[in-house]
Structure formats: C-alpha cells, structure tokens
C-alpha cells in the first residue's frame, strides 16, 4: 500500500482534477482537458516533449486532420461559433494529453498496485454519477419506463441509454477478472471491488435494456476462459469450468426472464440483436461511402455509422480514418508485447485483456467521438499507462 501513498501525495493535484473530468458536473468536466494540458504543456514539458512516441504522433495526426476537416464540414448553424472552437481545440489536444498522462503515471510509478488503483479509479469515477441516478430512477420508479433516463444535475433532459449505459463498460468488463484463481492477496480485494461494481453496474444495465453492456461481460467471461485455460493447470481448469457453470445454473434455473428484471429487456425486438440492432446494413453503406466520398458523407437514411472508425470517416473523411485505423493496430500490438512482459501474472494480463475487450466492443457498434468521447480519452489513458510499461521492459 506504500507505493498507492507515495503516489496519491505526489500526484494528488492530477488525480483531483482527472477525478472531476471523470464526474463530469454538470456536463463541464471537459474543460479539465485544458487544465491538463496546460499542466503538461508547462509544468510538465520536458517529459511531454520526450515522451512522444509513434502512438502519440499518430493521436495528435488523428487529432488535428479530424478536428481540421470537422470545422470545415460542419454546417449546423445551431452551433455558437465560439463554443463550436472550444470543441474543436479539445479534439486537437485531448487525446494526446491523455495518452502522455497515462505514460507519465506508468514510467514515474511502475508498480503494479499503482496501475490496480488507476484501474479502479478510472472505472468507479466514471460510473459513479450514473450509477446512483440509475439506482435512483429503480428506487424510484423499479424497471419500467423509458430507457432514456436523467443524471443527478440534469432533471430536465434525459439522455439516450446508449450514451448511459458506456458509463458502465469498464465494470461490466471487470466480470472475468473475478473468476481468477491464482491471485495475491492485495488482487483479491481488487476482486472484491471489482465484482461489486459489476453487480451494481448489472442492475444499471437492466434497468437500461443495454444488449452491448450484456455482451461485453459475455465477452469478458469467454476471454477469460479461453486464456486462463491456455495458461493453467487442468485441474484449474476444471475448478474454473465447474465455478462458472455452477453459477451460470444457478442463475438460469433461480432468476426467470419473466422477472421484473428484466421487464424493459424483454421489450426489446429480437430481431434487432441478430441485425446489431440494424447495424450491419449501415455498416456496408458506409464501409463503401469510405472511398466514394473521401472527405465525409452525410446520409439520409441514418445519422451515425454507429462505429468509430467509420464514424470518424463519415464526419471528416479517410485521412484521420487511416491515422485512428493504423493507431487502432499499434495498439493490438501493444496488447501483445504487454502480455509477454509476465506470463504468469494472470490477474493483471486477464484486467488489461477484459478491459481491451469492452473498449473494443463498444467501439464498433458506437459513434465513440461524437457520442462518448469521454470514453475515447479514457482509452487513450489506458494504452498510455500499457505503453510505458511495454517500454520500461523493452518488449519487442
């Protein structure tokens, strides 16, 4: 617990204002973006400077030819040309601040107990909002009404249960990381923390009907299986195969999906699941509109691509699609080099898999930049903490 103090007395300023970025109050929380990067760009500009790798360099390349062809394609007049600029110039310095913050952190406290508490500090602050006026909504009114729900400050205007359910991406993700065995005894609390933010994110998720927040912590329960029994012992894997199983028993045959659980679950069309809730077709126009219209497309039929690199193609052309699509496969590398580092070390290969994973998820069927931009930072954030640590060990 040393390190997580030494590293909360030095950097406790960062974390204070991150903290507030993560809260978000009030819906002004990005304005930290500029506190921050202004922290780096003065305080902090020395290591800014040197630490500015070929993942950085494609960030701020994405970064500026998006926010470049942006203001150029953008044609609602609703905007306020001033707020319109605030917007733009978070897009420029955003990314690449988060991304040096999370190396900053990584290179000047490389331990393992540092990155668990940025793990958990992350996913709690940036559930913490919407978890209780979700849980407020249930107390209130159980599991009926709309999908779209208000936050605590903002009474007077719902906001869509697609953006509120992303909140929760990182704790529905948490799942598979509970189901490892071989752990430390400071990973078992991490555990505990982690399974009760999964079961409190569980009832917000319902609540939302969010099939993707579902399918992240299916998808977290199958990576961690596939890996840990490639990792471990047969009679691990049995101990592991037999845990789920029982659990997965006990659910089915105690819970109905009659229950009121899952009433607004149950109101949602099938048919929209096996399509990606229609995704697939807006998918192929635009995986097409990507070279026809290589400047950005507006199109009739629907408002988002309804994923992020397609997005980013639609709303400012191929050039910074080709930066965020190159930068989207250095950073598949870098999963890789990161769990060569140690091979043993379940836990943590399993947390960065998991969380990868639901970043992943959430990426294709999502306007991440327009919609959940938060997130995007987010995930810069965690590729810069993993992409110091791959440095500090020299993987190839």
């Given at each position: 617990m040393r390190d997580i103090q030494i590293f909360i007395k030095k950097e406790f300023l960062l974390l204070i204002i991150l903290l507030i970025f993560l809260i978000n109050p009030y819906f002004k929380g990005f304005y930290m973006c500029y506190i921050l990067a202004f922290y780096f760009l003065t305080l902090k500009f020395i290591f800014f400077?040197?630490?500015?790798?070929?993942?950085?360099?494609?960030?701020?390349?994405?970064?500026?030819?998006?926010?470049?062809?942006?203001?150029?394609?953008?044609?609602?007049?609703?905007?306020?040309?001033?707020?319109?600029?605030?917007?733009?110039?978070?897009?420029?310095?955003?990314?690449?601040?988060?991304?040096?913050?999370?190396?900053?952190?990584?290179?000047?406290?490389?331990?393992?107990?540092?990155?668990?508490?940025?793990?958990?500090?992350?996913?709690?602050?940036y559930s913490f909002i919407p978890a209780i006026s979700i849980i407020n909504h249930i107390i209130e009114d159980g599991f009926t009404g709309s999908r779209d729900l208000s936050l605590l400050w903002r009474n007077s205007e719902d906001i869509t249960a697609t953006?509120?359910?992303?909140?929760?991406?990182?704790?529905?993700?948490?799942?598979g990381t509970i189901f490892v065995q071989k752990t430390t005894s400071y990973e078992n609390k991490i555990k505990f923390i982690f399974f009760g933010a999964f079961i409190i994110s569980l009832f917000c998720v319902l609540r939302l009907a969010s099939q993707t927040q579902l399918g992240i912590a299916l998808i977290s329960l199958l990576v961690t299986i596939l890996y840990l029994m490639l990792k471990q012992s047969l009679k691990r894997n049995i101990r592991l195969l037999l845990t789920i199983s029982i659990l997965i028993s006990i659910i089915y045959f105690k819970i109905s999906m009659n229950s009121v659980y899952f009433n607004i679950l149950n109101e949602r069309n099938p048919e929209h699941l096996r399509s990606a809730s229609g995704r697939t077709g807006i998918w192929l126009t635009s995986i097409g509109n990507i070279t026809k219209q290589p400047f950005g497309w507006e199109n009739p039929e629907f408002s988002y691509a309804h994923n992020l690199w397609l997005d980013v193609s639609r709303v400012a052309g191929i050039i910074p699609f080709i930066f965020l699509c190159i930068f989207t496969i250095s950073c598949i590398n870098l999963i890789r080099k990161t769990l060569k580092i140690s091979p043993t070390n379940h836990y943590f290969n399993i947390t960065i898999l998991v969380f990868f994973a639901g970043f992943m998820a959430v990426f294709f069927v999502e306007p991440v930049i327009e919609g959940m931009y938060m997130l995007f930072l987010i995930f810069c954030f965690f590729i810069g903490i993993l992409s110091s640590y791959v440095k500090n060990w020299n993987v190839i």
């Amino acid at each position: 617990m040393r390190d997580i103090q030494i590293f909360i007395k030095k950097e406790f300023l960062l974390l204070i204002i991150l903290l507030i970025f993560l809260i978000n109050p009030y819906f002004k929380g990005f304005y930290m973006c500029y506190i921050l990067a202004f922290y780096f760009l003065t305080l902090k500009f020395i290591f800014f400077i040197t630490n500015i790798d070929k993942k950085g360099i494609l960030l701020l390349f994405f970064s500026i030819s998006y926010s470049i062809i942006y203001s150029f394609n953008s044609t609602d007049n609703s905007f306020n040309p001033r707020a319109d600029a605030l917007i733009i110039y978070m897009y420029v310095i955003s990314p690449i601040t988060f991304y040096i913050i999370g190396k900053y952190f990584s290179t000047n406290y490389p331990s393992y107990k540092v990155y668990y508490f940025l793990f958990i500090f992350l996913t709690l602050g940036y559930s913490f909002i919407p978890a209780i006026s979700i849980i407020n909504h249930i107390i209130e009114d159980g599991f009926t009404g709309s999908r779209d729900l208000s936050l605590l400050w903002r009474n007077s205007e719902d906001i869509t249960a697609t953006g509120l359910a992303s909140y929760f991406t990182l704790n529905m993700a948490a799942l598979g990381t509970i189901f490892v065995q071989k752990t430390t005894s400071y990973e078992n609390k991490i555990k505990f923390i982690f399974f009760g933010a999964f079961i409190i994110s569980l009832f917000c998720v319902l609540r939302l009907a969010s099939q993707t927040q579902l399918g992240i912590a299916l998808i977290s329960l199958l990576v961690t299986i596939l890996y840990l029994m490639l990792k471990q012992s047969l009679k691990r894997n049995i101990r592991l195969l037999l845990t789920i199983s029982i659990l997965i028993s006990i659910i089915y045959f105690k819970i109905s999906m009659n229950s009121v659980y899952f009433n607004i679950l149950n109101e949602r069309n099938p048919e929209h699941l096996r399509s990606a809730s229609g995704r697939t077709g807006i998918w192929l126009t635009s995986i097409g509109n990507i070279t026809k219209q290589p400047f950005g497309w507006e199109n009739p039929e629907f408002s988002y691509a309804h994923n992020l690199w397609l997005d980013v193609s639609r709303v400012a052309g191929i050039i910074p699609f080709i930066f965020l699509c190159i930068f989207t496969i250095s950073c598949i590398n870098l999963i890789r080099k990161t769990l060569k580092i140690s091979p043993t070390n379940h836990y943590f290969n399993i947390t960065i898999l998991v969380f990868f994973a639901g970043f992943m998820a959430v990426f294709f069927v999502e306007p991440v930049i327009e919609g959940m931009y938060m997130l995007f930072l987010i995930f810069c954030f965690f590729i810069g903490i993993l992409s110091s640590y791959v440095k500090n060990w020299n993987v190839i």
